[in-house]
């Protein structure tokens, strides 16, 4: 009998969260961090947080890394009751995903695949660098963009039910497969 001694594919290191419009997708990726980092993981990327932009409550964006706030709308004056997109605020988020990439965080976490990323902006590029540096991305995805989701991706991920206990299966599923087959570290011939 000859074993085989080739270890299975890794699983695929890009996830979405496939999610209706009363799905908390901000708690259960937030409470998800939170847990991962009280075990001792390193989480980076961006999760969206109430903040205010003049007389409305909207968007601000949380660098999971170091809790730096970034603001992702501009007041358009005294008089508005409107805000819109700060494409610096969304640069600057883009920024922490890149940075948590470089650092070997052991995941990150994008708020979700919304809007911009569907029209082909905002943190397309950033996701596909994190997923291309091998370290497994989280994000969520409306129903309504899963079509622009499929033709970004082409297909490649795991999308899944947005629950919680859906989300931490696949992170135990990629941490198990870690533990067992990733190679371990070369160490310097002396």
């Known amino acids: 009998m000859q074993l085989n001694t ?6 695929l290191n890009l996830a979405a ?27 980076g990327g961006v999760l969206q947080r109430p ?3 003049g007389p409305r409550s909207l968007l601000e964006a949380v660098d999971l890394m170091t809790g730096a706030r970034i603001s ?27 940075r948590a990439a470089d650092a070997g965080a052991d995941l990150i976490i994008v708020d979700k695949f919304g809007k911009q990323e569907a029209q082909g902006r905002g943190l ?17 995805v409306p129903r309504k963009n899963f079509a622009a989701w499929q033709d970004f991706t082409g297909g490649y991920g795991t999308v899944m039910m ?5 989300a931490a299966q696949w992170w135990d599923g990629m ?5 067992l087959y990733r190679p371990a570290p070369q160490r310097a011939m002396m």
Request: charged letters at 20%; aromatic letters at 4%; one cysteine or more.
């Open 6 to 11: 080739t270890p299975p594919s890794p699983p």
């Open 51 to 53: 903040g205010a932009c």
């Open 162 to 166: 947005c629950r919680d206990d859906v």
């Open 124 to 140: 397309r590029a950033d996701i596909t660098y994190a997923v291309l540096t091998g370290i497994p991305v989280l994000t969520a």
């Open 72 to 98: 992702l709308c501009q007041s358009l004056g005294a008089g508005s009751t409107a805000c819109r997109l700060d494409l610096g605020g969304l640069a600057e988020a883009a920024m922490c995903v890149r």
């Open 175 to 179: 941490t198990r497969w870690g533990r």
């Open 17 to 43: 969260l496939l999610y209706e419009a009363t799905d908390d997708t901000r708690a259960l990726l937030g409470s998800l961090a939170t847990q991962l980092q009280a075990s001792g993981y390193r989480v």
